[in-house]
């Protein structure tokens, strides 16, 4: 099946600073992703939805100005946590939505990036 | 608007024994379901899903769920359970096969024992 990959696995930052998370789909052009967080023992919560070319949109109480989503080719979606904090600290999981060939395919989910924020 | 609501957060049982997960799922329009596994530190992978082809749906490592509109829910199960089915399963709701967020639920520890 389809493949999602995401960068880095596991990242720790110190507070304030901001951290870039990749994903991208391997086989196939993703014309939607979408960013999901976990925190422990919970379940996932959508963020954002992004679609290529344009600017996301922003699930309620989710900070567009925090949590910036950049969609700018078929294949590569990045969040980048700005100016971190401890509350931050959560998994991060894309998964991403295409066509492969021709057929609408269901999302395939990324590994997920731990973030830990000292 | 879609909800889903997984019965029981915690589910223990012995190798070989049956194991059901429920779900029980809300919505306004026809949905489509999905159950995942997540392993420790992983991300999510795809068990199964019902997008109206049929209700009984077969998906992999033998597991299976129906789903039931009068009950409104779509229940997973496998006859016999292997030690390595412990995992954290999660229901979800969609309104689309694909290109929609997905709506999950709170997740079910399933415990083997030996």
């Known amino acids: 099946g389809a493949v999602v990959s995401q960068h880095p696995s596991r990242v720790i930052c110190k507070s304030g600073t901001s951290v870039k998370i990749e994903c991208r789909s391997l086989?196939?052009?993703?014309?939607?992703m979408f960013w999901y967080r976990q925190f422990p023992k919970q379940s996932l919560m959508l963020m954002a939805t992004?679609?290529?070319?344009?600017?996301?949109?922003?699930e309620q109480g989710v900070e567009k100005d925090k949590f910036l989503i950049n969609h700018a080719s078929l294949t590569l979606s990045t969040l980048t946590v700005t100016s971190a904090h401890p509350e931050d600290s959560s998994f991060y999981i894309c998964?991403?939505?295409?066509?492969?060939?021709?057929?609408?395919?269901?999302?395939?989910f990324g590994p997920g990036t731990r973030l830990l924020v000292l | 608007a879609q909800s889903v609501t997984q019965l029981g957060s915690h589910v223990s049982v012995s190798e070989g024994a049956l194991v059901l997960l429920r779900c029980n799922y809300s919505?306004?329009?026809?949905?489509?379901l999905f159950w995942y596994v997540q392993y420790p530190n992983q991300g999510l992978q795809l068990l199964l899903k019902?997008?109206?082809?049929?209700?009984l749906v077969k998906g992999i490592n033998g597991f299976e769920a129906e789903f039931k509109k009068s009950e409104t829910s779509f229940h997973l199960t496998k006859p016999s359970a292997h030690m390595s089915d412990a995992a954290e399963y999660f229901c979800?709701?969609?309104?689309?096969?694909?290109?929609?967020?997905?709506?999950f639920g709170k997740g079910t520890t399933l415990s083997v024992s030996s």
């Open positions: 086989d196939f052009q993703a014309t939607t």
């Open positions: 998964s991403a939505t295409g066509t492969v060939a021709g057929k609408q395919e269901t999302q395939y």
């Open positions: 992004s679609n290529e070319g344009s600017k996301a949109t922003y």
């Open positions: 979800a709701v969609s309104v689309a096969q694909a290109g929609t967020a997905l709506i």
């Open positions: 019902y997008t109206s082809a049929a209700t």
């Open positions: 919505s306004s329009v026809p949905p489509y």
